[in-house]
């Protein structure tokens, strides 16, 4: 069940369920489902804060994730219900330059003295298992090509992430900081890993990607505050997902659907596992049956699929079939089907055509070794996301688009 916030809205609650209300509304309706309730007129049966500092909540459970040893008072969920954010410290704002396509990169600069070139355009990446750059004491050589990189050292340092747009620094120490040799397979001379057992996303806690309008920038927001900053810029209300716990990485679910001119019932998938990636290869990405899908679609009104290295390539293009791909579109939905974050995408805004046919700029990209479904900067372009890393988490809403960055 989806979980839905929408900001600087109050909301009545009897006290007898004060428990239960606050629970869903800084957990999700499933988080909640063993239910809880204001016991002894003095703390919540069940439910405790995930720390001192009282910020973020956790259901008790078997598992031995949530800790008893801060208890949520019954009157802490009447004086902090209003707030859907976090309650502390306002956030640390960086302004990301994209760089490869619409891919976030932020500065990297170290804390104490190590060999290692200046770094600028870093990737930051949600689903990367490692951090890492290349050391200035090697030559730029070939990397291994069965791996992503040629690893030869790990360095335990401070690292301070930054951006020639903004003054501010965000530093966290990382004991196992990568030096290779030479540029990665994908280009890139250095990467921050955000994946929720990462350095930077334990240090941080709670952060969150907010896009540019019509420009290659993202604003990353770090800390607490990082919630309340990042409702401003929604023009829809606000809603939280669970993250599969036993998963390393920030998947969420959701489902893909393609409507096209004919069709009674639109095609739809269900992908229980979607990836939320920041660093994935760039334009609409799709599974393998929905891309498929997509191409006897195309076909059925004329052109002809040809051989093509990257993006699928068609013949006879024909002036008719511009014309029904205004009414083709792919629509990616995360949560279940009664959700309100879900983005469409028009087939006609990514085809491109020239004097002998067409190239289609959707791929198909999924988790390698998994066949996840990924949710990759062209998706994540479209929304706010708030990545939460106590309370396993992701929160989305749409970009606000009239709104630009201070």
Known sequence: ???????????????????QDFCVRQLSQAACSKGTYCKNNYDCHGLFWTSAERSSICVLSHSGLCSTQYPVLCSETTSRFRAPARIGQPALSLLLSSCRGKRPHVDISFLNQVQVNQIQYGV??????????????SSLIEPNPTSLFDAFASINRNIGLSSRHSPSSFQYNDPN????????????????????????????RIFALIPGVGNPVWQLSIGEGSVHESLAFCSSPFSWFPRQPFSPFWYVSG???????????????????????????????????????VVSVIESFGPRRVASSVYPRFENCAFVFRDVAEYISLRIQVGDSDSPISVSFKLSDYLRFDETGCDLMWKVALVRGWGDVILGPEFLSKFVTVFDTTAHRVGFCLRNSDLEFH
């Open 124 to 137: 930051f990446d949600t689903a990367s298992h490692d951090s890492y750059a290349v050391s200035s004491g």
């Open 177 to 204: 900081f990568l030096l290779i040799r030479g540029i990665a397979r994908d280009g890139s001379v250095a990467r921050i890993s955000a994946k929720p057992d990462s350095p930077f996303a334990r240090a941080a």
């Open 255 to 293: 489902s893909m659907y393609l409507a096209a001119p004919g069709q009674v019932v639109q095609r739809a998938e269900r992908h229980p596992m979607m990836i939320v990636d920041t660093a994935a290869t760039n334009g609409v990405l799709l599974s393998q049956s929905m891309m498929d899908h």
């Open 1 to 19: 069940m989806t979980h839905i916030l929408r900001p600087f809205v109050f909301v009545t609650v009897s006290t007898s369920d004060m428990c």
